[in-house]
């Protein structure tokens, strides 16, 4: 799809003036926040939990701004208006500036990348690698080693990297957050280690009500046999289950497929699911 407008500020303008001037100093230092949105025949997904996280971001790491969340809610909203029957993302740049009343907040359509259905029927396999995000609370631009890591896993035709902290605890992916489980008990990083994924709270919340227990627990990659099966999620793969981690088969249990089941019928009921 062909997206000819983005926002700035709150104005809706030409997406040909979607540019940062290269002396940006903030740009470039990744001083700034964002979040991905998906967007599906006119209802944002979770829109309020996307901007507090947003917002949120921006105070931990010190970037001062003009705009609340009804201003990011109005800009979004005028953004899509013309977009009834489409399913696609949009992405929200907040870049601080040596003054709040000089940062800029951006948003634009992006088209959706669907993982591929068999890895939902298969798993995805994954690698590991030693990093461990400085403002774990903050999604933030500094995604140096996160890309790096990233793209060590395409390379070798992993989905994505594990995190592993300088504990040797797996803390999360690096666009995903990390699960175990083993029955009906379900086992995540603390969440003072991890970004706190709005898909992470949605699959929690959902897990709860269905008579699965939560348990939050460092996990090493060395004890990964011990569980039953492991996953992840995010905005655009829900939950993906994992076949492999650096070659080390993992399960998948049908309390798995169960859980995985009970997200898509939630999404389906609230947001007429892609």
Do not use: W
């Amino acid at each position: 799809m062909d997206f000819k407008y983005f926002s700035q500020n709150g104005k809706i303008l030409p997406i040909e003036q979607a540019v940062i001037p290269i002396s940006n100093i903030e740009y470039s230092y990744g001083f700034g926040v964002y979040e991905n949105i998906r967007i599906s025949n006119g209802t944002v997904y979770f829109l309020k939990d996307h901007t507090d996280r947003l917002l949120e971001s921006a105070k931990i790491i010190g970037l001062t701004h003009s705009f609340d969340e009804e201003i990011i809610k109005n800009s979004i909203l005028d953004l899509i208006k013309d977009y009834k029957s489409e399913t696609f993302n949009i992405k929200i740049l907040l870049i601080g500036a040596s003054t709040k009343e000089k940062a800029i907040l951006n948003i634009f359509c992006l088209n959706p990348l669907f993982p591929d259905k068999k890895l939902y029927r298969d798993g995805a396999e994954f690698i590991t690698y030693n990093y461990e995000r400085p403002f774990p609370h903050a999604k933030t631009l500094n995604m140096l080693q996160s890309y790096l890591a990233y793209s060590k896993a395409k390379k070798s035709g992993a989905y994505d990297a594990l995190l592993i902290n300088q504990n040797g605890f797996i803390t999360e992916g690096t666009r995903t957050n990390f699960f175990c489980i083993k029955g009906k008990i379900i086992y995540t990083p603390f969440e003072k280690d991890i970004l706190l994924g709005v898909m992470r709270k949605v699959v929690l919340k959902i897990a709860s009500e269905n008579n699965y227990k939560i348990v939050e627990t460092n996990i090493k990659f060395d004890d990964i046999k011990s569980y039953d099966g492991a996953f992840v999620t995010s905005t655009s793969s829900k939950i993906m289950p994992i076949k492999s981690i650096d070659g080390i088969l993992v399960g998948y249990p049908d309390e798995l497929k169960e859980l995985m089941k009970l997200l898509n019928n939630f999404l389906e009921k609230n947001f007429l699911l892609h």
